[in-house]
Structures are given as structure tokens and as C-alpha cells.
């Protein structure tokens, strides 16, 4: 699989692309609906708190399914030329023993897989949303497009630097990766970012919505 080969190109340019990904199949359509005054003629015909949480949780859902799609499909093909062994602790593999599930790895393989998946899904559908949060800030859909690939790349550079002051992976990039190439030690290093960069969306999202769209 892609997802667990150290030296797959296909893994890092995925890793890389990431939050373009997450943005393609709904994220800019609320900056569409806005540029084109579509979002005018929705609120006629429905609430706004309504129409901005049904915007939130489809772009969330897209962004997440966007994102497991091409890692499902990898271990699905995988699946039709390699056995389904239980990998061995003997340094082949990357996971580590202070890694995040490291015993679920080498004990039950594919739990460990459908646990990241879930990661990787909920990631995908945070930085789905962090495109509507800046949709009223960036202007430009060129540069908004660009945004969630900036702060991913950003916090990936600067992951490190915390790192080794708090032993804590703030890089999105690093949490979504099955390698683990950080490692991650805690449920909580998920938790904690997965929860931060939701709630910054969700809030920045629906509180320019609701101040700005009043129509």
C-alpha cells in the first residue's frame, strides 16, 4: 500500500496534495454561491443558519470522502497482489514501538487501517471547511484555493521547532500519515489539532456568514 511504503512517490505527492484534494469537490462553491449571488435567492427560500450548517457538514463530507478515496482504492488494489499477512516487528516497517497504535499495527493491521482512515477522513473534511471559513477574508479564488495548501505546508515546516519543545505534532501532514514519520505518541495529539482547526472554521465560517450575508 501507498499509505505504509516509506519510498512510494505516490505516497508523498498524496500527503503533499492533500488539502487541494479535500478543496475540489465542494469547498468553493459557497465563494461561487456569493460571487454569483446565488446565496440571495437561498436565503429567500430557507434560513440562513440553515443553509450555512447544510454548506458546512456537505463540504466536510465531500472533503472527507475526496481524501479516502485514493488511499481506499491503493489498498483495495493492493489487496489483489500481496497477501494480507500480519506484518512483522523486525524494523521493515516505520511504525515504531512508542507509536500511536503500534501493538493494533502488528497485532491487527487492518483495524490500524480503518482507524487512520477515519483520521485521514476527519482531516479531510477540516481543511474542506477552513476554504468557507476564508471565503469572506480572501477574495481572490486563485489565492483562496491556494490558503489551506499554504497553512498545511506552514505547519508541516514549523512542526518540528514544537516538536522538540513539547513533543507535540502540530503538522496535519504528519498526523494523516500511517508511517507516522513524526511519531505521534497520543490519541490526544489527534484530538487536540483535529478539534482546534474545526472549531476555527466553524466559528470564523458562521460568524462572517452571519454578519455579511445579510440579505
Known amino acids: 500500500s501507498m499509505s505504509l511504503n516509506t519510498s512510494s512517490?505516490?505516497?508523498?505527492?498524496?500527503?503533499?496534495?492533500?488539502?487541494?484534494?479535500a478543496m475540489m469537490p465542494f469547498a468553493l462553491t459557497y465563494c461561487s454561491?456569493?460571487?454569483?449571488?446565488?446565496?440571495?435567492?437561498?436565503?429567500?427560500?430557507?434560513?440562513?443558519?440553515k443553509y450555512l450548517l447544510s454548506k458546512f457538514i456537505v463540504t466536510f463530507v465531500s472533503g472527507g470522502m475526496a481524501v479516502i478515496f485514493p488511499v481506499i482504492l491503493n489498498i483495495m488494489l493492493t489487496m489483489t497482489v500481496l497477501p494480507?499477512?500480519?506484518p512483522v516487528q523486525n524494523g521493515t516497517f516505520a511504525i515504531m514501538s512508542k507509536s500511536f497504535m503500534c501493538k493494533t499495527f502488528y497485532s491487527n493491521p487492518f483495524l490500524y487501517v480503518f482507524v487512520y482512515?477515519?483520521?485521514?477522513?476527519?482531516?479531510?473534511?477540516?481543511?474542506?471547511?477552513l476554504i468557507l471559513a476564508f471565503t469572506r477574508l480572501i477574495q481572490n479564488v486563485f489565492l483562496l484555493s491556494l490558503s489551506t495548501f499554504v497553512l498545511?505546508?506552514?505547519?508541516?515546516?514549523?512542526?518540528?521547532?514544537v516538536k522538540n519543545l513539547i513533543d507535540f505534532n502540530i503538522s496535519c501532514e504528519t498526523l494523516v500519515d500511517m508511517i507516522q514519520r513524526g511519531p505521534v505518541h497520543s490519541v490526544w495529539n489527534y484530538v487536540f489539532v483535529g478539534a482546534f482547526w474545526l472549531v476555527i472554521s466553524f466559528v470564523l465560517f458562521f460568524?462572517?456568514?452571519?454578519?455579511?450575508?445579510?440579505?
Open 117 to 129: 482512515l477515519i483520521i485521514i477522513f476527519a482531516f479531510g473534511g477540516i481543511f474542506a471547511t
Open 152 to 161: 498545511w505546508y506552514m505547519l508541516d515546516q514549523f512542526n518540528s521547532m
Open 207 to 215: 460568524s462572517t456568514g452571519m454578519k455579511s450575508d445579510s440579505y
Open 84 to 86: 494480507a499477512a500480519i
Open 33 to 49: 454561491d456569493l460571487k454569483t449571488g446565488y446565496v440571495k435567492n437561498i436565503y429567500t427560500r430557507e434560513l440562513k443558519k
Open 9 to 21: 512517490p505516490f505516497r508523498m505527492v498524496y500527503l503533499i496534495t492533500f488539502p487541494i484534494l
